[in-house]
């Protein structure tokens, strides 16, 4: 096999664009499709600044590579999800590359910072590990963007997470989720922009330049994930993918272009109708927001426990 751009010999084929690239040249091919993708979706304007949440894995410290890469002002935040020696491990891995690098790394953490962490808060919140942990990040990121002056934060989201999740919605048709589900949403009152730059990358994809690149990050999962059921549509979309390579990209951008903005209409209706948290000033349709919620009861259940 040769490389399909410089025709010296291939290390890793991309079936889904009948092509084989040299480590070089597949290091290429990743940036284009983070470019791309920022185009398309008008994630950035040029150089701008970015809070880039990091969680030590192959995913996020790529994409804080490539955008720094790409020229964007773009800052790393880990959050300590308080998750035993997951956590200080992948707390390891993401100082590490932001020492060699000289790049900033925001850090927050749960427990020290907000009373509570993920194991013992979400039994307590009654709420499954991985909504509990959700609800907490996306509350915590969007509040550090704002605080930081930071207008957009990005995630490591990849291919292969935006299809499991689709899949998910589309067998339950939750049309608020779909409505919800897109690479770019745009700022508003209390909310910074959301982009993931990823979106055109599979999870091989963002192993593969990881490794060429020589990031060293995480491989294990979250130890609190085991029968989360993306894993087991993740695994379903990989058979399909090798019976068909090229539906998966094509299902979810696919998705992006014509499906959609049908559901949108009610995520704007929703934004509309909501007000400042009395606790926290984050914008909430009810009283106290749920993160407000739910960490006071975390925090009463982790005293009481
Ligand atoms: P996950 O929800 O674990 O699939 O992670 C999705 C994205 O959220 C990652 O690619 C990161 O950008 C971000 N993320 C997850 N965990 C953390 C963390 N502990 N600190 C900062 N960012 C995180
Ligand atoms: Fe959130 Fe595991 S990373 S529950
Ligand atoms: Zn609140």
Redesign the pocket.
């Known amino acids: 096999m040769k490389c399909r751009r410089c025709r010296e010999p291939a290390v890793i084929e991309v079936r889904r664009h009948n092509a084989a690239f040299c480590g070089p040249c597949f290091v290429h091919h990743c940036r284009e499709q983070v470019r791309r993708a920022i185009d398309h979706f008008h994630m950035l304007g040029e150089g701008e600044r970015v809070l ?6 192959k ?2 410290l790529m ?1 804080w590579e490539v955008l720094s890469d790409l020229g964007y002002d773009a800052d790393g ?5 308080g998750i035993g020696e997951y ?1 200080d491990e ?1 707390a390891r891995y ?1 100082r590490a590359f932001a020492d060699e690098r000289g790049l900033k790394l925001h850090e927050i953490d749960l427990p020290a910072d907000y009373g509570y962490d993920i194991p013992t808060g979400s039994s307590a919140a009654r709420r499954t590990p991985c909504s509990a ?2 609800l907490s ?1 996306r509350h915590l ?1 969007n509040q550090a963007a704002l605080d930081g002056g930071y207008p957009v934060l ?5 291919l292969d ?1 935006e299809a499991a999740v689709l899949l998910g919605n589309v067998l339950r048709w939750e049309e608020e989720y779909l409505g919800r589900q897109y690479p770019v949403l745009p700022a508003g009152p209390g909310f910074a922009r959301k982009i993931k730059p990823l979106v055109r990358l599979t999870e091989r994809e963002t192993a593969a330049y990881c490794v060429i690149r020589g990031i060293d990050y995480i491989v294990e999962e ?1 130890p609190m ?1 085991g029968g989360n059921r993306h894993l087991g549509y993740k695994e379903d979309l990989n058979a399909l993918e090798d019976r068909s390579p090229g539906s998966k990209a094509a299902f979810v951008l696919r998705f992006f272009e014509r499906a959609q903005p049908r559901f949108a209409e009610t995520v704007v209706e929703e934004r509309e109708a909501l007000r400042p948290c009395v606790t926290c000033g984050a914008p909430t349709p009810a009283e106290v927001c749920a993160f407000c919620r739910l960490r006071e009861r975390a925090r009463s259940g982790a005293s009481n426990g």
């Open positions: 880039v949440a990091v969680s030590g894995g995913d996020s994409a935040l880990y959050l300590g999800l956590s992948s993401a942990c959700g990040k990121f990005a995630t490591g989201h990849n997470d979250c994930a």
